[in-house]
């Protein structure tokens, strides 16, 4: 019987383990310096902000791992000595593996910036970043965040709970601009400011400056702006942990290199979410992609492989989620920050300027390439079909009505959409496919 | 700046609030009791018994006792002494059975020695002859084998008589004492409250809405957008000191309300010239219950239509149950019993309504003419066209979280507890055990009421009939849906009767589970597992147990209230009525194409 040894519980590792022991008796090992338990990760700010305990982000209960005969071992793996396959801990005796998974996820990246050590500063990562961040921000009442990507209005969000005064700094023209178009993220950067947080554009962090104490005091801008600060936030992304490979021959470039079967460069031992780099990815994928639905896709299918069923990791059609204070995000397929050649563009926003949806498409066929929207439910099964069946965005419009996921009783924005949609005139006009009426919805299928 | 006024105004409702809620403690306590022989002409219409009681009273005419406790004992003690004097002067005596015997030949038992050894027209011995005729005539003609023999079965006649015969109609028996000492206790209540109970509604009930509106109306100025921040780092809404005060506040409450009523007399005298204004009549607990339920669900209602001001589905529902509360549970029954027609809640169903079929209820129903009848037709199609149509086409959710009066306290006051239900499998095992068990009680009672009803025996299948309706109605319909029921809100959420206890949940739940076309469908592959659903899921179901592998969720305890859907952070849950097939769906999450072929 072979041994499985998995480092990292989170939602790669942990969806590895239980799908290799769906798929074989293998013994299975599962080794975290982070918790005892695999808990979500995203959603780190809810137990921050109180709207649950540590106890519910567990998505399984403590029972759970002993049932399915999945060892779960609380210790930091020191080194892999990979010539005899052991591993050697901090707590335990060395543990020996037949198959090695790499689940080792990210950590906060850094730049270099003079007094990013200082006390008050920080990354939001991990459940012991949480816990600093406790720790930090007691008696703050100004904070600034640098970076703007998810992380950074997750943790503006997380601060205002506290009652400390945000103010956030962004590279770019607008927040999150190296992944969303303009509009999108002018639509969010508003929404940022109204609830309260002070957003700088354009604006770099430069230098964080420390008191006696050795705790942050205040920040110095690129335009040479001093903010008077007691927390900094550093969410200017996140990049592959792959610091214990150091000295091992397991190759890495800014992540562990895989294969498509998610093999590393060293026999038996394989690779998944975060901290993987992918030698080829897949088309319209980048090669390091660090997000959930990733860690677990990559999760489910190195299980197969090692299970003795190899299978390569092919993911389908992109698809990512978030939501930035009140308004939630989903995109399907490619619709990124700027449009590439041979493509073009449909941008609809609502009057209040928090519902929007962009359908990016190649200008000759019409083809439809990408979705964002904002405000709006959409059903990612629709979504992903319309992707893989090339259909246009002629066809999408006609159907706006099936890919609707929002709760009952909202407020339809089909029709406004499509009035704007033929305006436009991107070609004839669309009709829209004739909406179940209430009776037929209650008989019909 | 607008900020620290919003706060200022939320604060200053605060303290109203809490103003209004200590006067309305208070006043429980703002009575003395004052005895006339008139509060016992009014309630103890019996002529024996009022001359007697009155007789008994007559050493505390004139004071004036402070305390309800000793106020009470000392009406039950009077009581309890009338019942020792009837039962000196009625019961037969053992030298009367000795008598029966000394004349009976050879040991037979004759009706006709009854006559001969209570003779006389004096009323004790009218009263022993025509009972112990009425409780002996089966013994008639029978020969015993001894005299002991003989003794022990006439002495058991002779209890009988005394338990029965005497307690009830010549003194007190255990419902008429429960009910006469709340009606003596709040007849004989002097004090602030009776004087003025329109002041002292506007000083509690008053008060306190006012209080929580102006702590409420303030979130209209916030962002929509729904803030559960620092719920379990809140006192009442983590099970914190607060959370238990308040629980155990409930639970007195609900004790008191069932079970001891006349010690929460003032509360039911403040709300009099409400109950008269509505049906020309006094209140009663009863009354004073639904007058405090319907406020709390209105007022909470209005919490909740700002707190989910973004969120259509929760405003249109919250409407629902305010409406469904304020009209038919409370307004229509009240104006029903003014009309002299019988008290009916048009939206109530068996066998949550467990008495629906008991003899009164039945009774009344058919001496009230056609729209009697009409509501007993109406309360039998609820029952078996009503729930299972409206289930199959939206699911338990048309009942439970836009109709039921239960269902509407729990979306409404309950809503801040929802979190404290308990996700363990082990919870959801032994919800099925206990549910389930309800419903089979609730089943069984109501059969044997029917047969008692049909047939007139009291005995059913080895059980007597009046006493398991009577112990459903103690554990079940006080205790569990009462006591425990809201009670326990802020110690183990807002639908613990709902989810362990109701046998309505029960019945909507298997046909929500078997045959319906409402589902919650997951959203592709886009969970994250945060577990937000399940958290603030009252009923208790690890919704993201589903969400997270792919899968809809049927349920049989879905209420279908959407609060999963509402705070999912990425859109993953929808509530929805559609074709039967394909429903359950498989457990597919998308994005993933590597498998597409093992698969």
Redesign the interface.
């Known amino acids: 019987m072979k041994h499985v040894v998995i480092i990292g519980n989170g939602i790669s590792g942990i969806t590895a383990a239980r799908h290799i022991r769906k798929l074989s008796d293998f013994e299975i090992t599962v080794i975290s310096a982070e918790t005892d338990y695999f808990f979500s990760r995203t959603a780190l700010m809810y137990v921050f902000m109180g709207h649950m305990k540590f106890e519910h982000i567990k998505p399984y209960e403590d029972w759970f791992w002993e049932k399915n005969k999945i060892n779960l071992i609380n210790a930091r793996v020191n080194k892999i000595a990979v010539s005899d396959k052991k591993l050697h801990l901090s707590e335990n005796q060395p543990i020996d593996y037949d198959i090695l998974i790499l689940a080792l996820g990210s950590v906060t990246s850094t730049y270099g910036w003079p007094g990013q050590d200082l006390k008050g500063v920080q990354g939001l990562y991990s459940y012991q970043d949480m816990e600093l961040m406790e720790q930090n921000v007691k008696n703050v009442k100004h904070a600034v965040i640098t970076g703007g990507g998810l992380i950074g209005v997750e943790m503006a969000e997380m601060l205002m709970t506290r009652g400390v005064e945000v103010t956030f700094l962004v590279r770019e023209k607008g927040y999150w601009q190296n992944v969303l178009p303009e509009e999108e993220s002018q639509l969010i950067s508003r929404h940022i400011r109204s609830h309260g947080v002070e957003l700088k554009l354009e604006t770099e962090l430069q230098e964080i400056i420390g008191d006696d104490n050795g705790r942050v005091k205040a920040v110095k801008t690129n335009h040479g702006e001093i903010l008077e600060c007691e927390f900094v936030g550093l969410t200017a992304g996140v990049k592959p942990n792959i610091k214990l490979l150091e000295g091992t021959p397991v190759e890495t470039g800014r992540g562990i290199l895989v294969d498509p079967y998610l093999k590393t460069s060293v026999e038996d031992i394989y690779a998944i979410g975060d901290c993987v780099e992918m030698r080829i990815p897949g088309e319209g994928r980048r090669s390091v992609e660090a997000v959930w639905y990733v860690g677990r896709m990559m999760g489910e299918t190195v299980a197969h492989t090692v299970s003795g069923y190899e299978t390569a990791y092919k993911p389908g059609k992109w698809f990512n989620s978030a939501k930035f204070f009140d308004i939630e995000y989903q995109t399907y397929g490619n619709a990124g920050n700027v449009l590439l050649a041979g493509e073009d563009k449909f941008y609809w926003e609502d009057a209040s300027g928090t519902k929007c949806l962009k359908l990016v498409f190649e200008k000759e066929t019409h083809i439809l390439k990408g979705i964002n929207v904002f405000g709006l439910r959409m059903r990612h099964e629709v979504c992903d079909r319309w992707l893989k069946e090339n259909r246009t965005i002629f066809y999408v419009m006609e159907h706006l009505a099936e890919v609707d996921f929002n709760p009952e009783f909202y407020l339809k924005s089909e029709y406004e959409i499509l009035k704007q949609f033929n305006e436009a005139g991107f070609g004839p006009e669309v009709v829209l496919t004739e909406k179940q009426g209430m009776l037929s919805k209650l008989i019909g299928g | 700046m607008v900020h620290s006024n919003m706060e200022y105004i939320r604060k200053t409702g605060l303290i109203v609030f809490i103003t209004g809620i200590i006067i309305f403690l208070a006043s429980f306590f703002l009575a003395k009791y004052s005895y006339t022989p008139e509060t016992v002409d009014i309630h103890v219409y019996e002529t024996e018994q009022n001359m007697l009681l009155k007789k008994v009273m007559e050493p505390e005419e004139g004071k004036i006792i402070s305390w309800n406790i000793s106020y009470i004992k000392r009406v039950s003690d009077a009581m309890a002494r009338v019942n020792i004097i009837q039962l000196e002067t009625y019961s037969i005596k053992d030298a009367d059975l000795d008598n029966i015997i000394s004349i009976s030949r050879e040991l037979k038992f004759s009706l006709s020695s009854i006559d001969s050894v209570f003779e006389g027209s004096s009323r004790e011995a009218v009263f022993k002859r025509e009972s112990f005729k009425a409780y002996g005539s089966w013994l008639d003609g029978r020969v015993f084998d001894s005299e002991t023999d003989m003794k022990g079965v006439l002495s058991g006649i002779s209890d009988d008589i005394s338990h029965y015969e005497i307690a009830g109609k010549k003194g007190f028996d255990r419902y008429r004492t429960k009910d006469l000492k709340y009606a003596l206790t709040k007849a004989a209540s002097v004090g602030p409250v009776r004087d003025h109970p329109i002041l002292f509604i506007l000083l509690t009930y008053g008060l306190c809405i006012i209080g929580a509106v102006l702590y409420l109306l303030p979130g209209i100025k916030e962002?929509?957008?729904i803030k559960?921040?620092?719920?379990?780092?809140?006192q009442m809404t983590n099970r914190g000191w607060l959370g238990i005060l308040t629980g155990s506040f409930l639970i007195i409450f609900y004790i008191l309300l069932y079970y001891q009523p006349e010690y929460m007399t003032n509360w039911i005298i403040m709300v009099d010239p409400v109950s008269m204004s509505l049906k020309g009549l006094e209140a009663g607990r009863f009354f004073l219950y639904g007058f405090i339920y319907t406020l709390a669900i209105l007022v909470m209602g209005v919490r909740m239509m700002i707190k989910y001001r973004?969120?259509?589905?929760q405003q249109?529902r919250t409407g629902s149950v305010m409406f469904f509360q304020t009209a038919f549970a409370f307004l229509i029954p009240e104006i029903l019993l003014r009309l002299n027609k019988p008290y009916f809640d048009f939206k109530n169903i068996w066998p949550l309504d467990y008495d629906f079929f008991f003899d009164n209820s039945l009774n009344q129903l058919l001496d009230s003419g056609t729209l009697g009848i009409f509501m007993l037709g109406w309360g039998i199609s609820l029952i078996i066209i009503g729930v299972p149509v409206m289930v199959y086409?939206f699911g338990k959710r048309w009942y439970c979280s836009w109709v039921c009066g239960c269902g509407g306290l729990a979306e409404t006051l309950g809503d801040p507890f929802r979190?404290l239900s308990d996700k363990?499998?082990r919870a959801w095992k032994t919800e099925r055990v206990i549910i389930y068990s309800v419903l089979v009680f609730a089943v069984v009672m109501t059969a044997g009421v029917l047969y008692t009803y049909w047939s007139g025996s009291s005995q059913f299948a080895g059980l007597n009939t009046y006493s398991v309706r009577e112990a459903y109605g103690f554990w079940i319909g006080a205790a569990f849906a009462g006591v425990v029921g809201t009670g326990f809100y802020p110690l183990m959420g807002n639908r613990v009767w709902c989810r362990f206890g109701c046998p309505l949940a029960a019945y909507l739940g298997i046909v929500q589970r078997f045959k319906s076309r409402f589902r919650i469908?997951t959203?592709?592959?886009?969970c994250?597992?945060?577990?937000?659903c399940?958290?603030y899921c009252e009923m208790g179901i690890d919704v993201?147990?589903y969400a997270?592998r792919g899968q809809n969720i049927i349920r049989s305890s879905c209420v279908g209230c959407?609060i999963c859907?509402?705070v999912c952070?990425?859109?993953v849950l929808?509530?929805?009525?559609?074709?039967e097939k394909g429903r359950f769906g498989k457990p597919v999450?998308?994005?993933?194409?590597?498998?597409l072929d093992?698969r």
């Open positions: 962002l929509p957008g559960n921040n620092h719920i379990f780092n809140n973004g969120n259509p589905y249109m086409f979190q363990s499998l469908t959203n592709g592959g886009q994250i597992s945060c577990g937000n399940s958290t993201r147990w997270q959407g859907s509402a952070p990425r859109g929808k509530l929805e009525t559609g074709n999450l998308l994005g993933n194409e590597s498998l093992s």
